[in-house]
């Protein structure tokens, strides 16, 4: 299909933009390597087949993390805007009602930032401690009982200084970059973190290769176990490990998509970021088991003897044990944890703007006011809910709820409404393939509108199941409600409250571009010559 010429139709003030294709690529990069790609892609890879999980997890990134990814740069780069925008657009004369998803995709950043931003401040912190090893002999009760100060499940205003200190600096850093921009602030950062996360990640794994019982560990989590592949939970687990490691369905690939210049390659970068990411995890699993078999054969246990291989537990627990038996340790925990506070740092920043860009447009703030009104806002709400000795299993919780419930639900009535209710999977398909140089055929749509929305539907279904059934992590019930399902229930007033408010400046007087359908436009140009 060749590129039209059709002039870009626009009402609105110029938009921010990247500087170029490498620092949206970079910062998209920067959003979908996180934390989860560190702590989690490893021992979910491990638990579910070993190397046979490589296959689902290939199949399914190829099959959902992908059209859906596509599907987010399509209506971020189309309507041009954060995702109240971009679906009040979308629904046209419906949009009133459809902003409401829009709203719902901006809370669920918010919450997450609010967390997200808690376990940075522990990587910051745990860099630190590396130094001199400060967890000692029993890393478990240092982080538990010395650090966090843990308490019972519940709500407490007792703050812990060492927490409560870099998680200021950390809010503090990231308000920072959200005032200098899209170009100065966010790309400059992923420009400067990303190649020093690559550099110090791959100095770790090195490193770790080189431990006695470092094979063991890698044989431990490639070694296919075939027999894994008939059960349908592997599939679940592939399918959820894409979806949430490539930053998909919650907002921020639709904002930095909007960001991109109206002539701009929209799949090809697509799929870079996307592989880049599957690389990143696979070189994580690589790093992270070489170091475990080494923990192992220290201990003279094998590596399914081992504990804590997955999220806190791995990171805040494990690692601080092993970095303590290695030669150089101290250097060993300064590059893992100063690795896990830049990819989580990125990350961040990528979550906060989804809310900047929202405020900005809804309530016509400059970029500066939005940026210190959600960081202000944020700050506090992250202090007094995660800095205090009940944070940890807040945090915990919060997490398993707003992803697991907020996220699928969220990617679920996207692919949804705009496949089936508004139709618009043609058009969206049509603008793909009009500026970039890879075409996507109808078996995108297909993806996008049916495996996609099957797939996410029956792992939410499964997953309300067995909260409501088996509760989570031991933690009461009543606290379970309160914040767990409180936690779902804001995104749902956020959806609901937010589309009332008025607009300073309507977002509906905006011609989309280029002209769809493309044979109406043609015929246009006929009548006009």
């Known amino acids: 299909m060749s590129r039209t010429t059709t002039t870009p139709a626009s009402t609105d003030a110029p938009r921010e933009e990247w500087a170029g294709q490498l620092g949206f690529i970079l910062s998209a990069i920067g959003s979908a390597v996180g934390l989860g790609n560190i702590w989690r892609f490893p021992g979910v890879a491990y638990e579910n087949g070993g190397g046979a999980f490589l296959i689902p997890y290939l199949v399914a990134l190829v099959t959902a993390g992908i059209p859906i990814l596509f599907l987010d740069y399509a209506l971020g780069h189309r309507f041009r805007g954060s995702a109240p925008t971009v679906f009040r657009r979308v629904g046209r004369r419906f949009g009133r009602w459809t902003e409401s998803l829009g709203w719902f995709q901006v809370a669920i950043p918010f919450v997450i930032g609010l ?16 130094f001199d090893l400060r967890w000692g002999d029993d890393p478990t009760g240092f982080l538990v009982n010395d650090y966090l100060q843990s308490g019972d499940p519940g709500f407490s205003l007792q703050f812990v200084p060492a927490v409560l200190i870099p998680l200021v600096l950390i809010w503090i850093a990231a308000i920072v970059v959200l005032v200098l921009g899209v170009a100065k602030g966010l790309q400059t950062v992923n420009y400067v973190f990303l190649p020093l996360l690559a550099v110090g990640f791959t100095i770790l794994v090195v490193r770790a290769l080189f431990l006695p019982g470092a094979a063991d560990g890698l044989n431990a989590l490639f070694t296919p176990k075939w027999d894994a592949l008939g059960n349908p939970d592997v599939w679940i687990a592939a399918y959820s490990q894409i979806f949430f490691s490539l930053s998909i369905a919650f907002g921020i690939m639709i ?81 893992f944890f100063g690795s896990l506070a830049v990819a989580g740092f990125t990350s961040l920043i990528s979550v906060l703007q989804v809310v900047c860009a929202a405020m900005q447009e809804k309530f016509g703030m400059s970029r500066a006011r939005a940026a210190v009104t959600v960081g202000v806002v944020s700050t506090v709400l992250s202090v007094l809910l995660f800095a205090t000795t009940t ?14 419930i907020g996220v699928v639900s969220s990617a679920i009535l996207m692919t949804v409404l705009v496949v089936w209710v508004l139709r618009r999977g043609g058009e969206l398909r049509y603008h793909l393939s009009a500026i970039s140089t890879l075409k996507v055929g109808g078996v995108w749509i297909a993806l996008v509108g049916l495996v996609g929305p099957v797939v996410l539907a029956y792992m939410l279904i499964q997953r309300i199941i067995a909260l409501i059934t088996e509760g989570y992590g031991g933690v009461p019930t009543p606290y379970l409600v309160i914040v767990g399902w409180g936690s779902v229930l804001f995104l749902v007033v956020v959806a609901i409250v937010m589309p009332l408010l008025r607009w300073k400046r309507s977002p509906d007087e905006f011609t989309p571009w280029p002209t769809y359908p493309p044979v109406a436009a043609s015929r246009t140009k006929e009548a006009v010559r």
């Open 115 to 130: 967390y997200y931003t808690v376990v940075i401040a522990w990587a910051v912190s745990y860099f630190v401690f590396s």
């Open 255 to 335: 904002t930095y998509a909007s960001y991109r210049k109206r002539r701009a390659n929209l799949t090809t970068p697509g799929l870079v970021v996307a592989f880049a990411n599957s690389s990143f995890e696979i070189l994580a699993g690589i790093g992270v088991f070489a170091t475990l078999g080494f923990f192992a054969a220290q201990q003279g246990v094998s590596i399914d003897q081992l504990q804590n291989l997955t999220g806190v537990g791995l990171s805040f627990m494990t690692f601080p044990a092993i970095v303590s038996q290695m030669p150089g340790g101290p250097l060993f925990g300064c590059l």
């Open 391 to 404: 944070g940890l299993t807040a945090l915990d919780v919060v997490d398993q709820f707003v992803n697991n």
